[in-house]
């Protein structure tokens, strides 16, 4: 099967997995599956994802029933086998045993002298013209490639019973990652192994040969730590003109790269990804890869669908006796595990991990070089670290020059360094003199014992981090002696809320629960603290993916919050979070309520200037956004602008906030160039703070496109999205959401100017990446946009499967935003239309929705109507619908420049008489 079919075979499956196989069949024919292969493999697939696990009695005994079929086959082929003279050898026991056949220990006996070898043979029963291409093929790369890390070649033929053998260098070792967890090998020195394996695939690339099949069992190291490179069964000679390998969908799934998976075009850039799925393991000792079935089916899927768990985080779910044996396998402790995988080689391990080729390094060579890079202490070009990242290399590269240069320019300002610290050292005792307070006196020696652990002479001139700070903080918690419990809690949550702010959920959920047993063990009464714990513990779930557990918490906390507290800080905190949780579960309706409630109070409580409470009124503006409330986010945060403006004190950045989403609730002609220009002023803060290239002005100049399109400013909208897109394709991965969120609205001003090949492009590029985790609402929102430039370039087709596959996606799901809806039901029709079917009930319930949430002079509603009015006049051609479809058309003409796509689209559908 060639990579386009295996593409729609994948779309389909994702498309059908949820349904019940009832329908199956049925969906197939709507999209006009009819080839019969296409469909019989989608089956397969849907009939495989739905066996979840249930066997019958059959099942049961069936892999005993085999592996006792197989034990047998085997004991019969060595007995067969053993003792055999293949050319100049004698096979002496099995050492091996694959898909292909087995390999063999054996032993030269032709009297030249004494070699041992492996030989590797085909077990009878298989294409024998297909085997013996293969190793026939094998036996040529390797006859290509010299290299002491790479297994080499000695001899070959056939059989006299017509099986190809080999004879390789005969390797007695241990696979790459079982020898170094035995032998306790550092991070440094596994490292040091890793760039022995890529400097032999570097001499297979430079010999046009990928291997396409790296993985730790093909990975041996000899008892003196030598490294070699075996089984190049699989491997594929890259034709140098097209730089890619011919087609073969061969390899092992949980060691495949995306493009193996899809069937497209190999190239060296599948051994980058599988060096990358290799370092992740000697390094973390765990796959990067969440699956709940160790099935080749779930892999494929997991490589295809999820992003890869950052190594810093492959920790998460390990208990504290799993991760202690892990970490002294690499002779660190947990926490210095995690600090030396956080950052460099985070970045370096998920460059070579990305989902297109060409994101990862260029070359095996280039990936060497960076974690070169990094044993050496220097910038890797993984990451785009500015001058305050280059800084902290080279002093961690030059530790002993830098504390030099230090204590130099101490002795030259050395009066005036005394004196200050003799000044601040009796601050502190005046201080500690005057605190009478126990809780006090823990605070202070708590917070100095953690800056005591930066202090050079600890650290042997190693720079230490904000996070690293926070870690011995939550390290030193563990250890130091609390007297007073509520000093205890508090810090713990303090902590905790700082490693929220840095976005390290799972040390905050970690922190948060050690709060909560303290809470529980000691202050059991105390009803205000265990509510706070709960509320930011499941704050931590929700960025843990854990919707579920937080909301429980939640509930608990609500039913703990003490009556007098419910016009509280603590009640408003409670309540926003509820509602970010229930909206992240698809509870819309729920979760307004809730978080109305909570900016309420933080409003009244803090008034409408402040952060906290602007800051919730603009995440409630967004839910009111998402399900077409506009006129209420409106009334909301108009008075919170106009306080922000009003007070000296107003943090700038909020108030482009605020002022993009009022912004966003002007949604009529009348307020477009009001609306425009309140993005422009948030535009102006925003590049002012941060700069010109920063991803918050990629993020504003979106939503100042959104706006220009309202106001029928196509080529300004077009220019400020490409503005935009540029920024993000500089900051964001080319898979990550954000990116596809750009693509997607890049393309939307393209269609807008008639480029419709343009946007169609954008919309597939933006549906390639949407399809992977976003809401399935976007993609159904993408999948319209693609339906209509496919619609409107002719290839009816693809534009009916597009936009029924759109349909069935927001009729599945429990709160789509109404307008969008509409606006896929009126693609629908125009697609019915196209293809000469009328049928008008897509278009009614189309009118409904947008009468029912947007404005009268919404272009989308006018095009709704104008849609509607067109098919119920094919329907049924009446006066009444004539003068239905005139009044559509002239508003229409009214709202649209002339000239524009738009309204020519519309203008098509007019009645000949």
Not at 662 to 670: E, H
Not at 875 to 895: D, G
Request: overall charge negative; hydrophobic content about 40%.
């Amino acid at each position: 099967m060639d990579a386009e079919n295996w593409q729609r075979v994948r779309a389909l499956f994702d498309a059908l997995v949820e349904r019940p196989p009832t329908e199956w069949l049925t969906s197939l024919d709507e999209r006009g599956v009819d080839d019969p292969v296409i469909r019989e493999e989608v089956l397969a697939l849907l009939r495989a994802d739905g066996e979840d696990g249930v066997r019958t009695v059959i099942d049961a005994q069936a892999p005993a029933v085999l592996s006792d079929l197989s034990a047998r086959e085997a004991e019969i082929e060595n007995q067969r086998l053993e003792g055999r003279v293949v050319g100049a050898f004698r096979l002496v026991e099995e050492i091996g045993r694959g898909g292909m056949g087995t390999v063999w220990r054996a032993q030269r006996i032709d009297g030249q002298f004494e070699q041992g070898v492996a030989i590797k043979l085909i077990r009878s029963g298989w294409d024998a013209a297909e085997m013996i291409g293969r190793f026939r093929a094998e036996r040529q790369i390797l006859a290509h490639l010299n290299h002491p890390n790479i297994a080499h070649l000695i001899d070959g033929g056939v059989t006299d019973d017509g099986l190809p053998w080999l004879a390789l260098e005969y390797v007695d070792g241990t696979d790459l990652r079982r020898y170094c967890d035995d032998h306790q090998l550092h991070i440094e020195a596994r490292l040091g192994l890793f760039l022995t394996v890529c400097a032999a695939v570097s001499h297979a690339h430079a010999h046009l040969i990928v291997h396409r099949d790296l993985k730790p069992s093909n990975l041996l190291v000899t008892r003196n730590g030598e490294v070699k490179l075996l089984d190049f069964g699989i491997a594929k000679l890259v034709d140098p003109e097209a730089g890619h390998a011919s087609l073969q969908r061969v390899f092992t799934p949980e060691y495949a790269a995306p493009e193996q998976v899809r069937g497209e075009a190999i190239t060296t850039s599948v051994d980058v990804y599988a060096l990358g799925l290799l370092l992740y393991e000697l390094l973390t000792g765990r796959r990067p890869y969440k699956v709940a079935h160790s099935t080749p089916a779930a892999y494929e899927r997991a490589i295809l669908d999820q992003e890869p768990t950052r190594p810093s985080l492959a920790f998460a779910n390990d208990d504290a006796g799993d991760l202690a044996a892990r970490a002294a396998q690499r002779e660190m402790s947990p926490q210095h595990l995690r600090r030396e995988l956080r950052g460099d080689l985070d970045a370096i391990i998920l460059k070579a991990l990305r989902k297109q080729p060409e994101q990862r390094y260029a070359s095996v060579a280039d990936f060497a070089a960076d974690v070169g890079r990094y044993l050496e202490r220097r910038p890797v070009a993984a990451r785009r670290g500015g001058w305050r990242y280059r800084g902290s290399r080279f002093l961690r590269r030059h530790a002993l020059a830098a504390i030099l240069t230090v204590v130099t320019l101490a002795g030259l300002v050395g009066g005036l360094a005394v004196a200050l610290w003799q000044a601040e050292l009796a601050r502190t005792q005046r201080d500690l003199a005057r605190s009478e307070s126990e809780k006090s006196s823990q605070t202070v020696q708590f917070l100095l014992d953690i800056f005591r652990s930066a202090d050079p002479a600890t650290t042997k001139g190693e720079k230490i981090t904000a996070e690293e700070l926070l870690e011995s903080g939550a390290e030193r918690a563990e250890r130091f002696r609390f007297s007073d419990p509520d000093v205890h809690f508090d810090l713990l949550m303090a902590m905790g809320e700082a490693y929220l702010g840095v976005g390290a959920a799972k040390e905050a959920f970690d922190l948060f629960n050690r709060a909560l047993e303290v809470q529980a063990k000691h202050l059991p009464d105390a009803a205000r603290k265990r509510v706070h714990a709960l509320t930011l513990l499941a704050r931590s779930q929700g960025s843990l993916d854990d919707l579920k557990g937080g909301a429980r918490n939640l509930d608990e906390a609500a039913s703990l919050l003490p009556v007098e507290d419910a016009e509280t800080e603590l009640a408003a905190d409670l309540l926003m979070t509820r509602g970010i949780n229930r909206m992240s579960q698809g509870e819309i309706s729920t979760a307004i309520d809730d978080m109305a409630r909570g900016t309420h109070l933080f409003v009244k409580l803090r008034g409408a200037a402040d952060d906290t409470a602007a800051s919730s009124a603009i995440t409630l503006s967004w839910a009111y956004d998402d399900q077409d409330r506009v006129a209420e986010g409106r009334q909301l945060l108009e008075p919170i602008v106009a306080a922000m403006r009003q007070t000296g004190t107003t943090n700038p950045v909020r108030l482009a906030d605020a002022l993009d989403a009022l912004a966003n609730m002007y949604v009529s002609s009348a307020d477009a160039a009001q609306a425009s220009q309140m993005r422009r002023e948030a535009l102006e803060i925003t590049r002012r703070v941060y700069g010109e290239a920063h991803g918050y002005v990629g993020i504003r100049l979106n939503n100042l496109a959104f706006s220009l399109m309202r106001s029928h400013d196509y080529l300004g909208a077009n220019a400020a999205m490409k503005e935009a897109i540029e920024i993000r394709r500089a900051l964001e991965p080319p898979g990550s959401r954000k990116f596809g969120t750009g693509l997607n609205n890049l393309a939307s001003t393209e269609y807008a100017l008639g480029h419709w090949a343009e946007a169609e492009r954008l919309w597939k590029q933006a549906l390639e990446i949407r399809r992977k985790g976003s809401d399935t609402t976007d993609t159904a929102y993408t999948l319209t946009g693609l339906a209509g430039s496919q619609r409107e370039q002719g290839r009816l087709a693809e534009a009916r499967r597009s936009i029924d596959e759109a349909v069935a996606l927001l009729r599945a799901h429990p709160s789509p935003k109404p307008t969008h809806l509409a606006r896929t039901l009126v693609e629908h029709v125009e697609v019915d239309l196209a293809q000469r079917k009328i049928a008008c009930a897509d278009a009614e319930e189309a009118v409904s929705l947008m009468h029912a949430n947007a404005s009268a002079d919404d272009p989308h509603r006018l095009y709704a109507e104008a849609i509607a009015a067109a098919c119920a006049w094919r329907a049924l051609p009446s006066a009444q619908t004539r003068r239905r479809f005139e009044e559509a058309q002239a508003a229409m003409r009214a709202e649209f420049p002339v000239g524009s796509a738009r309204l020519l689209q519309a203008q098509r559908y007019s009645i000949v008489n």
